[in-house]
């Protein structure tokens, strides 16, 4: 039986709010009668088979939990859509998923008359109205096992194509367990959810979790203003960088008294996180400045949900990731043929959270594990060169940087683009910075920074570089700077560093 489904179904007489969304509070029960009309509406005449793909196109809110659940207690297998992707997006991820059914909810018919005659388009509001008649969440959720396919996530596209992870129900059962755990989510929370729902942190890490527990969520789109407001009524806030960037400009904009309220509402939220990409110590000690702590940063990738954090309680070091999770197994590894456990290498991870693998695409899913040498369980290769400082408290990781970008290789070293950013990010003119390697026949790699200013800051590549070489080695100092208007990003506000680095190479060469 999944116990996701249990969880969920152990709701299903619970009168306590569930979600506030636009439309207004709605209580666990009605949610969960939701989840069974749909479920109910999709099973009849046996149209759904045990690990069909059925993608959502819903709005954030009760509706899109009811839709979610209702596919997962039909024995289907969720894929979630967003409306900011193009149209050739959207098509390209239901194809690859297979996806032969899609529910749309009102606000998202425009954008899913872009899958007409490639997909079955479902009223989401009529199958919510289906009636249930005795069908019963508990008896639906009895005939799911763990290990069926429950949700599709696509990765950020930031190498490539976008790949399907397929994530079993034990997958997620686990993840809510141990983030809930970790985090003490209890009924007593209300989650600020402003995070998209197709990616793995907005919607298993945050909103699943936070369901598991029986907690509240406030689910409303980001707006700086908005959330710095609604924090007085919230215990938990969960992030990306790019949103605490944007939450201190508007703080900066702010009268004094909007600035002392919004303190105060943020001092009392008994957690506020960050993850999705390296926060940077800059914006963990602005945080720390206004509330007396910085963000719990932790890692998490759609392949693996959470596997390491900070802790809640105790100390949180910025610019660290913190330490494994129960269960959560974690390898340094070196790039000789025995991948021997070294200081700085790739992260590998294993574990009852990993997924199950890439949908449709085995030689990919070979490659993204490895053997391990002793000959116990295959590790899951993250991507990710990773360190550990042994002279704080526990040893906790330190992420150096995605090793196919973040990890450069010029004039015989290698460095990390993160600690590069970081040192450029504390000149009070640089609004934003992303440090790429461009192909370079001397250095093999040229370090190169692009830079955002801030609104009305003025400063010159001379003066960033002699900034730079008053706080690195030599050979950490970017060959060349340039000043850009915006970085290109993806949902979450993640810099797509590919493209940036495809922008750079048909682009006149900086000034050095």
């Known amino acids: 039986m999944s116990q996701l489904l249990a969880r969920f179904a152990a709701r299903s007489n619970d009168p306590r709010t569930g979600v506030l969304d636009d439309t207004g509070t709605h209580s666990y029960a009605s949610i969960v009668r939701g989840a069974v009309a749909v479920g109910t509406a999709l099973s009849a005449g046996g149209r759904v088979e045990p690990g069909d793909r059925i993608a959502l196109l819903v709005h954030p809110g009760a509706d899109f939990i009811s839709a979610f659940f209702g596919v997962l207690l039909a024995g ?47 009223d989401l509001a009529t199958l919510l109205e289906t009636p249930a008649g005795n069908a019963d969440a508990r008896a639906l959720a009895d005939a799911v096992a763990e290990s069926a396919p429950a949700l599709q996530l696509y990765t950020s596209g930031t190498t490539g194509k976008p790949k399907g992870a397929v994530l079993t129900h034990a997958n997620i059962g686990v993840q809510q367990e141990l983030v809930g755990q ?40 980001f707006d700086a203003v908005a959330v710095w407001e609604e924090m007085a009524n ?55 400045a206004i509330t007396g702590t910085i963000p719990l940063e932790r890692f998490g990738m759609t392949e693996i949900g959470v596997g390491i954090s900070n802790a809640l309680h105790g100390a949180r070091f910025a610019g660290y990731v913190g330490l494994p999770l129960p269960t959560v197994e974690t390898r340094i590894a070196g790039e000789g043929p025995d991948h021997a456990e070294v200081e700085i290498g790739e992260l590998w991870i294993r574990g009852p959270s990993v997924f199950a693998g890439y949908h449709g695409k085995t030689e990919e899913t070979k490659k993204a594990f490895a053997p391990d040498p002793n000959g116990g ?45 970081e040192v450029l990010r504390e000149h009070a003119a640089v609004a ?26 003025g400063c010159e590549t001379a003066e960033l570089r002699a900034f730079a070489r008053e706080r690195l080695a030599p050979y950490k100092v970017p060959k060349d700077i340039l000043f850009l208007a915006e970085l290109p990003k993806n949902a979450l506000g993640k810099v797509v560093k590919p493209e940036l680095v495809r922008q750079l190479s048909v682009l006149p060469s900086p000034t050095s």
């Not at 690859?96 to 529910?103: I, K, M, N, Q, S």
């Not at 729902?197 to 945050?206: E, N, Q, S, T």
């Not at 290789?409 to 683009?417: D, E, V």
């Open 432 to 457: 934003e910075v992303a440090v790429v390697g461009v192909s370079d026949e001397a250095w093999g790699e040229r370090v190169v920074a692009c830079v955002v200013l801030r609104s009305g800051a």
């Open 377 to 421: 369980a295959p590790w899951f290769r993250t991507g990710d060169t990773v360190t550990r400082d042994p002279s704080l408290e526990g040893s906790p990781f330190k992420i150096l940087g995605r090793t196919s970008v973040d990890i450069l290789k010029s004039g015989g070293y290698k460095l990390s683009a993160l600690e590069i950013e």
């Open 76 to 122: 289907g297998c969720v894929v979630v859509l967003s409306p900011l992707h193009p149209a050739p997006e959207t098509r390209y991820l239901c194809e690859d998923a297979g996806v032969r059914t899609v529910l749309v909810s009102a606000p998202m018919r425009e954008h899913g008359a872009a899958l007409e005659g490639v997909c079955e388009l479902r």
């Open 234 to 288: 919230a215990t938990v806030f969960m992030g990306v960088p790019a949103m605490y960037h944007r939450l201190f400009l508007a703080f900066d904009a702010a009268t004094d008294e909007e600035r002392a309220r919004w303190s105060a509402s943020a001092k009392q939220l008994r957690l506020a996180t960050s993850g999705s990409a390296a926060l940077p110590v800059t914006l963990a000690e602005r945080w720390r």
């Open 182 to 221: 970790a985090w003490g989510f209890t009924e007593r929370d209300v989650l600020l959810h402003t995070l998209p729902l197709h990616h793995m942190h907005g919607l298993a890490i945050a909103l699943l979790t936070a369901l598991g527990a029986g907690a509240a969520a406030r689910t409303r789109s």
